[in-house]
Structure formats: structure tokens, C-alpha cells
């Protein structure tokens, strides 16, 4: 299904009033509040095409109906997310998942919706039916070369899927690890995970990006080949320029300072991009400020200070994206959840006195820079999202239209109950 202008139109005609009078306080009393709007119109986030389906649990699936059963389908899906909210007008894919067959019909399609390609991502953490070798033990840090050569083959291959639908990254997530001590040796792990990297790095086009995801545990539970940012730090490091370190909020240990982790990685100019999501023990796959929204905040931050630092364009340095996972939800409606609750900690840390903060770091007035973060994380900043998504051509409230018009059930209605989305 497609949204007609009208509809977009029609609701935002009723909402008008309530909210232009929420909005007055913006543009009477704050001096940015044009720049923000401005920043956050330009700010994109990628939509997995792996999260418009139902996720899984290991324990189960509950399937939701009118699942896309098809890429052209899930570019449907994201076409109505970006038609709600402007700011879903990128699609990251997964291969094998999701092999485009005809990538110039499937990129004039994506064109139709406003959609880009963002990062493209391989997958060695599972096998493929008639694959020959099976990555059960690993895949780019392998004992045999041969399951190396494969995996990095793999990864050639969606380089190529990726330079014929236009995107200019390659995500690499390993599963690789050990589930056991004295299963494997941690040195030559490392190695043989570097020399398959390396391999990989070296068919990478030259305006490119390499991301190394890292996870601290899961699938394997003993140890992870790239288990945390220092490892991924390394191999970014050692691989050269195009190669950067991918944050995805799950794959911490608990409680570690992500907005310490971020800063970091951004003034060593490793920082590639984003996943985002959250949760409460592990890598849940929550929606994004679901349960840490000062987190999130807080992380934003550092984005946006360091960013500023570099004299770096927030929307365009940095690829921003959502790695959710939904057993209980409508993906499509715990997507919009997710893309607002980025939009507003963007903002949030927009409204961030930076002169000052660094006034009272200066003078070690703790309270004071705690002041100035809180004062901006309590701010209501939901009408500046609104009236960027309405300048932009989106509904003031993408989730109350999306439930208004029933997509859900006209989605059932053209694909049935029973489909099911690829992905895990
Ligand atoms: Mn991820």
C-alpha cells in the first residue's frame, strides 16, 4: 500500500492548531530552534531490512501478519515509514537475505520511495543451504583456510551487490569466537581474523567505508574475536583509512559507558557509524529509548560535540542506523518508536549550552555541568521533531496516522497473516 499526500495532509490539518500552539514557545523564546529543525530535516536513519519482520527469540516466534515477503515489499514497508516520518529515507540490506535480482529495477523502485542504500551487511553466523563449508567453529577466524577463503568470498560478494545498487559500506558482524576455555587460541584467532579482514579491505572500493561491529558475547559465550571496541579499534587501525569501528548499543557488557566509548573512537577518528537500539540486561534489541533514554542522550552528546569539534555534517559522517529486533510489537510501529526517540535525543543534545558546559568543566562546577546536561534531557523538544517532520512532508504524529489508517491490516490484507519476513 501507499500513502496518498492527502491523507498526510488531512491529518496534519487537524492537528495544526495544538500543535503550532506547543510550538510558539520554540520560536518565541529559543534562539536555535530554526537550526535545529534545520539539522534535524537533513538527519537520516537507516532501517534494517531484517527489522520489518517479526523477530525471533531463541524460544520462539510470533509472527504478526502481512510481513514483506519480498525486497520490493520491505522497500514498500520503509517507503511508508519515510512517507510518515521523513526520515527513514535509507535501507541497509542483508545478504543472503536479501540478494536484489534485478538491482536497477530494485534501485528505481528505492528511488520511487526517496530510499538509499545504506551500509550493506555480510553474514558468516550462519550457513546457507548448499554452501560447502559451515562456519559452526567460525568463520573469518577459522582453523581452515578454506572456510576463511569462503567467508571472505562471501564478503566480496556483497561489495558487488552493494556497488550495483549504490551504497559505499560494507558492515562485517562476526559471530566468531569460542563458547568453551581452551577452545580456541585467542593470538592466532585474532591473526587469522586479521589476514581474512585484510583480504576483504584490500576489494573494498576506494570511497568506501568498512564498519567492524563488535560484540562482547553471543552466539558464543566464552569469548568473542571482536568483543569490544578496543579489538574493533585494533583491527580498524591495522586494516587503514576506510576501515572504522561500528557501535551497536547492545554489545556492551552491562553498564558500560557507551558516551565515553563514542567519544573516544570520534577524536581518534575511527567512529563509522550506529546501531541503535536498547536494553536492559543484554543485547535485548529493545526499541531505541525504550528503557535508557538518558543513555541515549547522553550519547548524543558526544556525538554532537565531537562532531562539531571535527567540523564534521552530522547526517552524512557517521551512518546512522537501527538494529531492533520486535517479538512482541508491529515492527513498523516499533520503528517509528525508534526513529522519534532518536530524533529527540538529537535534538536534546542540540540544546546542549556548549560554551557553558565547558565553562563549569573549567571551573570543576560538577552540579553546574550536570545542570546544563539535565536541563536540556528535561526539555520537551517532541513539537521542534514535529515541525521538522511537517516542513519535510511527514504527518506531525507518524504513529497515531499509521493507526488511523489501519496500514497494518490493509498490509494483511494484500499479503495474508501467514508470510514471513527473511531474517532471523
Ligand atoms: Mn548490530
Not at 148 to 171: K, P
Not at 259 to 279: M, R
Not at 333 to 340: A, M, N, P, W
Not at 398 to 424: C, D, M, S
Amino acid at each position: 500500500m501507499q500513502l496518498e499526500s492527502y491523507q498526510i495532509a488531512d491529518h496534519n490539518n487537524s492537528l495544526q492548531e495544538s500543535h503550532q500552539r506547543k510550538l510558539a514557545y520554540w520560536t518565541e523564546e529559543v534562539a536555535n530552534a530554526e537550526t535545529i529543525i534545520g539539522k534535524l530535516i537533513d538527519f537520516q536513519i537507516a532501517i534494517p531490512s531484517w527489522a520489518l519482520g517479526t523477530g525471533g527469540t531463541r524460544f520462539g516466534r510470533f509472527a504478526g501478519g502481512g510481513e514483506p515477503r519480498s525486497l520490493e515489499e520491505k522497500l514498500g514497508d520503509i517507503g511508508l515509514l519515510h512517507a510518515l516520518n521523513q526520515s527513514s529515507g535509507a535501507i541497509s540490506l542483508h545478504i543472503p537475505w536479501d540478494i536484489p535480482t534485478d538491482p536497477e529495477a530494485i534501485k528505481q523502485l528505492a528511488a520511487q520511495y526517496g530510499i538509499r542504500f545504506d551500509a550493506m551487511n555480510s553474514n558468516t553466523f550462519q550457513d546457507q543451504p548448499g554452501q560447502p563449508l559451515s562456519y559452526k567453529f567460525g568463520s573469518l577466524q577459522h582453523v581452515d583456510p578454506a572456510v576463511r577463503q569462503q567467508a571472505v568470498e562471501h564478503n566480496i560478494e556483497v561489495i558487488r551487490h552493494g556497488l550495483a545498487l549504490g551504497s559505499d559500506a560494507l558492515t562485517v558482524w562476526l559471530a566468531d569466537g569460542s563458547c568453551f576455555p581452551g577452545q580456541l587460541n585467542f593470538r592466532k584467532a585474532f591473526e587469522r581474523t586479521l589476514d581474512s579482514l585484510q583480504a576483504i579491505y584490500k576489494a573494498l572500493p576506494d570511497d568506501w567505508k568498512m564498519l567492524v561491529e563488535y560484540k562482547a558475547y553471543e552466539p558464543n559465550f566464552y569469548s568473542t574475536t571482536i568483543g569490544d571496541w578496543g579489538s574493533s579499534f585494533l583491527y580498524a587501525t591495522k586494516l587503514g583509512p576506510k576501515a572504522y569501528t561500528l557501535v551497536d548499543l547492545g554489545h556492551h557488557l552491562p553498564n558500560a559507558n557507551i558516551e565515553q566509548i563514542v567519544a573516544i573512537l570520534l577524536n581518534e577518528k575511527k567512529l563509522g557509524g550506529f546501531h541503535f537500539n536498547d536494553s536492559k540486561y543484554g543485547d535485548d534489541d529493545l526499541t531505541a529509548g525504550s528503557v535508557k533514554p538518558y543513555q541515549l542522550f547522553l550519547i548524543f552528546n558526544e556525538l554532537v560535540d565531537g562532531l562539531d569539534a571535527r567540523g564534521l555534517n552530522h547526517a552524512t559522517s557517521l551512518g546512522w542506523m537501527i538494529d531492533a529486533s520486535h517479538n512482541v510489537k508491529d515492527p513498523l510501529e516499533d520503528l517509528l518508536q525508534s526513529v522519534e526517540a532518536i530524533q529527540l535525543a538529537y535534538a536534546q543534545a542540540l540544546l546542549v549550552d556548549r560554551v557553558a558546559l565547558e565553562e563549569a568543566r573549567e571551573a570543576n562546577d560538577v552540579v553546574r555541568a550536570q545542570e546544563i546536561l539535565q536541563e536540556a534531557f528535561r526539555t520537551d523538544v517532541r513539537p521542534l521533531v514535529a515541525e521538522a517532520r511537517l516542513r519535510a512532508g511527514g504527518a506531525i504524529q507518524p504513529l497515531a496516522l499509521y493507526r488511523q489508517l489501519n496500514v497494518r491490516q490493509k498490509l494483511i490484507g494484500e499479503r495474508g497473516t501467514k508470510t514471513i519476513a527473511t531474517g532471523l
